[in-house]
Nanobody, 122 residues
Framework: VQLQASGGGLVQAGGSLRLSCAAS????????MGWFRQAPGKEREFVAA????????VYADSVKGRFTIFEDVAKNTVYLQMNSLTPEDTAVYYC????????????????WGQGTQVTVSS
């Protein structure tokens, strides 16, 4: 299984970015897909996830209403649309696939991408 995250970059506060995570070596709809992030000096934290069962989504409270996770099954790709970014969103963002529970727990994911840096300037 390989997960390739991309789309990070430098953006001003209030701006938007769309992250992509291309998956290979797995049957896409057999796995939950999640996004996590890790800021310098902080622990990795859950951001958003989409369930393999009907596409149910779940978000961290800190991004609810600003971020949207969605997938393109034909492309085996999951996206994270990030709007109204703030400097507090600055982190390395990781995508992951797994079958554990709950989807908000990093331990529920067996496969991780390499991460993509998101930097939000004030």
């Amino acid at each position: 299984v390989q997960l390739q995250a991309s789309g990070g970059g430098l953006v001003q506060a209030g701006g938007s970015l769309r992250l992509s995570c291309a998956a290979s070596g797995l049957t896409f709809r057999s796995y939950d897909m999640g996004w996590f992030r890790q800021a310098p000096g902080k622990e990795r934290e859950f951001v958003a996830a989409i369930s393999r069962y009907g596409g149910t989504t779940v978000y961290a409270d800190s991004v609810k209403g600003r971020f949207t996770i969605f997938e393109d099954v034909a492309k085996n790709t999951v996206y994270l649309q990030m709007n109204s970014l703030t400097p507090e969103d600055t982190a390395v963002y990781y995508c992951a696939s797994g079958t554990g529970w709950p989807m908000t727990d990093a331990n529920s994911y067996a496969n991780w991408g390499q991460g993509t840096q998101v930097t939000v300037s004030s």
